[in-house]
């Protein structure tokens, strides 16, 4: 168990910098997880933490300690590799204990570590094997008892579900979430999928570009996403950013001059005067009932899941929309359609969130 | 004391190598004298001193506190490897033995000159030693080896086909000697003559027939061009006649012995020491039946001057670099002794003195010792050494190729061994 | 249409005879002619059936002892040369395969240039240097100088090998708390097996047979077979061919069964790099 505090960390490979000074603090026992689209320097900075690569500037204090060129072996640290990494010549024993035989425990000490971790991933029966004779979500277990047996104060896992299928998924999900309930280490979640975010983290770290968008609770960062970034990453499907005019901004309220939004008075958020911004919607805040704020358009696609439809439109602009519907919903293709929503249930970004 | 050293030198072999030790301590001290002689020659050298109980220097060595160790190598190595280590700072070869082909001017430098040691302590009956030899090993002026074996060239022929062609004695002149060979290869059980096309030795010997010669020992290049001429055209007739086998221009030095054990080939030249493999049941189809006389001189020539046929000799040298000079001589000394010329002579080695030809012990062993030894008083090197020798020889074989098989006009080919040869030699 | 892939099929059996003949009857002459009474080894026409005679065997171990402490000494240098051999092309191609810099790739060029060096041309230089260092006639020279030579080959050959392992499971090691060294013992070299027996096959062949070094760096106590081979061949008292096939024999055949043995690696290792794992 561990905490972890990284104080302008920053990476870079050959002068290009893809961690531009990460400011972050990670208490003992928490899932934080990072996310962010592909590139945004996630799987860097968890190999920063691991001591797989060296850190170009900035320090990284383990339990209050400056660790910045302490060996990955002496981090107290495991880790889950997306390619899993069995050592394919080994047996599933052989893999899980790796780790110990090299610190020369015996060898009874080993089998039951072994035989610990492997009955709480029910691998009992496969100890014998060697990885090329597993299936994806075994080899994927094993990976993850490899890293139990190590007992680190903090586990690191690099996307470790996306070369699994669906179902898979969503099952090794929920075990691993059990697996920090019950060991309550540190744990460290690198992840493209907002999903995966949502439901197992403490504390989400959402990057892009090597910079920490913002770091919260997924319901914060649902809530109150920080910029237009965030908004569009947390949350599915991804939240609507309408292109709006400012005309005014009095007293931390602003108004627009869109048609339909005459009435509408927001929170200015980080907009502080005339000129162009987003606003989010949420397709969830979207409604068929009428209302005093519309945004409406033509109908290009409807998916009905059942408990709920999804209902693709394109405005009058051509730009595309979103809205998410409780219950089945009927509506013809090409149909126009007018949505409304509430005062309360929209942020506005200053323009300029979705540039760079 | 002898164990202690012993154990010292086993130790520093281990320092040496961890791996050369394990391989000294399998192989085990083999000595337990205090001094060490280390000879580089050819292994030939090594067991014609015998081993063992049969150890011809075994009262030398006990009287020396001296162990003789032999570094053995193929000739052409050996030589290699002779000149390399003589040109270090220093080498621990105390005595090597050279070919009697090799010791240019610059190479006879590396070499100590023998004369002072003669001189303060003499070999006994020096004079015995072939005076031609001796005369092969002092190059400019210097003594730089001394004689120790011999391998004189005779005429071999196999008795048996001989007489199944209807010949019942051996030929007196080489005119005889084509014609039987060329009978022998009509007769149709066995082709005439069998030479090796990669070696001067035969054509030089067919030159010397006719009082020709390739590279005389004043260095002068085809003293005779007409006598090597007719011996290329006497060959050339050998060859089309079918005497000399189809497969002449491949066939090779160490095939010779094999045709003449299985009755392939008549006639053959081959060194008179050879009697005894080409006559042993073991390998020879024709055992007790393959007899050696001196290569025949012309019919022109018979009764005017002697054959002088092809010999090869080598001799022991002290590099200039060796470490106990002294102790070399004294081994050169002891080898060289009467008794133990006998000694190695009994053994198979080609002796380099003349009397010891002449000893009952070996003329009852070797019946070809009195030929072979009427031979070598005549003999001389097959051309003498000089620095682009083997380009020299290779030119010459190439030509006689050429000329033997037809290719080329015997006349032509002269004319281009002298244009080709005459830069390589020295000024 | 029948007619011509018949056609195909016969030319494809008769060229795999016929390298077949090419390639194994030297050996099939060499082993066969060691057991022949010495008068039938060049009998024209060939002596098929004969009875079969250990004679030259036995004169050999009477009369070429040296033979076989030579034996002794090209086992002592083949083992130390794959040994050498093995371990720095394993570690060099390890470097090349995990890292990346300008020089490296230059450093892996000249390596490779190196090898297009006559070896004649750097004997001779260091002829003199190893007298000095008092190397001369050491098992140790000899392992070096055959492993030095390999060591290009065996890198380059290492490196593809190393290539193919995931980088991820050294990542992984030394996060289970394993040091270079150890990943490289414990990881790196089972996976690339077939590499390194590959690397071995390659150095055991040389040095069992090689002849310039030995020639050069040896006198007696470090003296290799092949030098003693070479003294029957070229003995100036003529060939005793049946002592000389005897010992070819011996020579041949540690090499044969080695090289049989490994082939199975082998030929999985030199196709590694064809396809991915």
């Known amino acids: 168990m561990a905490q972890l505090k990284l104080s302008g960390v920053k990476k870079d490979f050959g002068g290009v910098e893809v961690i531009k000074g990460v400011e972050l603090d990670i208490e003992d026992g928490e899932f934080v997880v990072f996310v962010g689209p592909s590139g945004c320097g996630k799987s860097t900075l968890l190999r920063l933490i691991a001591g797989l690569e060296e850190i170009s500037g900035g320090t990284l204090e383990i339990d209050g300690k400056v660790s910045n060129d302490v060996p990955s072996r002496d981090r107290g640290i495991a880790m889950v590799f997306q390619s899993y990494a069995l050592y394919p010549h080994l047996t599933v024993a052989e893999n899980m204990g790796f780790s110990l035989s090299l610190r020369k425990t015996p060898k009874a000490e080993i089998d039951k570590s072994v035989l610990q971790a492997a009955t709480i991933l029910k691998l009992e029966h496969l100890l014998d094997r060697k990885p090329s004779q597993l299936s994806g979500g075994q080899r994927q277990r094993v990976a993850i008892g490899r890293a139990i047996v190590r007992e680190p104060s903090i586990f690191l896992f690099d996307e470790p579900l996306s070369n699994l299928d669906a179902a898979l998924r969503m099952e090794t999900r929920t075990e691993i979430a059990k697996l920090h309930r019950d060991l309550a280490a540190t744990m460290i979640y690198v992840t493209h999928d907002q999903v995966e975010a949502m439901t197992l983290a403490d504390k989400i770290v959402v990057l892009k570009g090597g910079v920490v968008q913002q770091v919260g609770a997924p319901m914060e960062l649902y809530r109150n996403p920080c910029n237009a970034f965030v908004a569009g990453f947390i949350g599915s499907p991804r939240m609507n950013l309408l292109k709006v005019d400012v005309t005014s901004v009095e007293d931390g309220k602003v108004r627009l001059a869109q048609p339909g939004f005459e009435h509408l008075v927001v929170p200015s958020g980080r907009v502080s005067g005339p000129g162009k911004a987003l606003l989010g919607v949420r397709p969830q805040a979207l409604t068929l009932n009428p209302g005093p704020h519309q945004v409406s358009g033509t109908v290009t696609l409807v998916e009905r899941m059942g408990p709920e439809t999804v209902i693709s439109i394109r405005q009058a602009d051509g730009s595309p929309l979103l809205a998410v519907l409780p219950g089945d919903v009927e509506l013809a293709l090409d149909a126009n359609v007018s949505f409304s929503f509430a005062d309360t249930d929209v942020r506005l970004f200053p323009a300029s969130d979705l540039e760079n | ?427 | 249409m029948r007619v011509e892939r018949i056609l195909v099929n016969a030319g494809k059996t008769l060229a795999v005879l016929l390298l077949l003949v090419w390639s194994l009857f030297p050996i099939v002459f060499i082993i066969t002619s060691s057991f022949k009474p010495g008068r039938e080894i060049f009998a024209v026409p060939p002596q098929w059936f004969f009875a079969p005679t250990f004679d030259h065997y036995i004169t050999l171990w009477q009369r070429w002892a040296v033979f076989f402490h030579g034996l002794l000494n090209s086992t002592i240098v083949t083992i130390g040369a794959a040994a050498l051999a093995v371990m720095a092309s394993t570690c060099a191609g390890y470097v090349y395969s995990r890292y990346s810099s300008r020089w490296l790739g230059a450093s892996l060029l000249s390596l490779i240039a190196i090898r297009l060096i006559p070896p004649i041309v750097v004997t001779l230089p260091l002829f003199p240097i190893v007298n000095n260092l008092g190397l001369a006639d050491t098992h140790f020279i000899l392992s070096v100088l055959y492993a030095t030579f390999f060591v290009s080959l065996g890198t380059v050959l290492m490196r593809t090998f190393i290539d193919q392992i995931p980088r991820e499971l050294d990542e992984a090691a030394s996060m289970d708390g394993a040091t270079l060294p150890v990943v490289l013992w414990r990881i790196i070299m089972p996976l690339a097996a077939p590499g390194i027996i590959a690397v071995a096959v390659f150095v055991v062949v040389f040095a069992w047979n090689e002849f310039l070094f030995a020639f050069i760096f040896t006198s007696t106590k470090a003296k290799t077979a092949p030098l003693v081979i070479s003294e029957m061949i070229g003995s100036i008292e003529g060939v005793d061919w049946g002592v000389l096939f005897a010992a070819s024999t011996i020579q041949l055949l540690p090499v044969l069964i080695f090289v049989m043995l490994m082939n199975r690696y082998l030929v999985a290792g030199l196709t590694a790099g064809a396809t991915k794992g």
């Open chain 2, 1 to 427: 004391m002898s164990e202690s050293n012993t154990f010292r030198i086993t130790r520093r072999h281990f320092l040496g190598t961890v791996a050369g030790g394990i391989a000294l301590m399998a192989a085990g001290p083999s000595f337990a004298q205090s001094k060490t002689l280390q000879v580089l020659s050819h292994r030939v050298h090594q067991t014609s001193l015998g081993e063992g109980d049969k150890d011809l220097l075994a009262a030398w060595k006990q009287e020396h506190d001296t162990d003789v160790v032999f570094t053995t190598l193929d000739s052409n190595p050996l030589m290699d490897r002779l000149f390399r280590e003589a040109s270090l700072a220093q080498t621990d070869f105390s005595v090597g033995y050279m070919v009697d082909n090799r010791p240019t001017s610059d190479n006879a430098k590396l070499f100590e000159s023998l004369q002072e040691y003669q001189d303060k302590d003499p070999i006994e009956a020096f004079d015995d030693i072939a005076a031609g030899l001796v005369r092969g090993m002092t190059i400019d002026g210097r003594l730089i080896g001394i004689p120790v074996r011999t391998a004189t060239q005779g005429l071999f022929y196999n008795e048996e086909l001989l007489a199944e062609a209807g010949f019942d004695a051996p030929p007196t002149t080489l005119e005889e000697l084509v014609a039987q060979t060329i009978a022998i290869s009509e007769h149709g059980k066995a082709t005439g003559m069998i030479l090796a096309s990669d070696l001067a030795v035969f054509p030089v010997m067919f030159a010397r027939a006719f009082g020709g010669d390739f590279i005389n020992g004043d260095f002068e290049l085809l003293p005779d061009p007409a006598a090597m001429q007719t011996a290329l055209t006497v060959m050339a007739d050998m060859f089309q006649k079918g005497a000399l086998p189809r497969s002449y221009a491949t066939n090779k030095g160490e095939e010779l012995l094999t045709w003449m054990q299985q009755g392939r080939a008549a006639f053959s030249v081959l060194p008179f020491a050879r009697a005894a493999q080409l006559n042993d049941p073991a390998v020879s189809n024709y055992a007790g039946k393959i007899k050696a006389i001196g290569f025949p001189i012309s019919e022109t020539l018979k009764g005017k001057v002697e054959m002088s046929a092809v010999v090869e000799a080598w001799a022991m040298t002290i590099p200039a670099n060796a470490v106990d000079k002294d102790l070399a001589w004294q081994f050169i000394k002891e080898v060289s002794s009467k008794k133990n010329t006998l000694g190695m002579a009994l053994n198979g080695n080609g002796p380099a003195r003349v009397s010891t030809f002449l000893e009952p012990e070996l003329t009852a062993k070797n019946a070809l010792a009195e030929i072979e030894s009427q031979v070598l008083a005549n003999a001389r090197g097959a051309f003498p050494p000089f620095a682009e020798a083997a380009r020299a020889q290779q030119i010459f074989i190439e030509e006689v190729q050429l000329a033997v098989l037809g290719r080329k006009s015997p006349q032509d080919a002269v004319a281009s061994m002298q244009a080709r040869i005459q830069p390589l030699l020295p000024a």
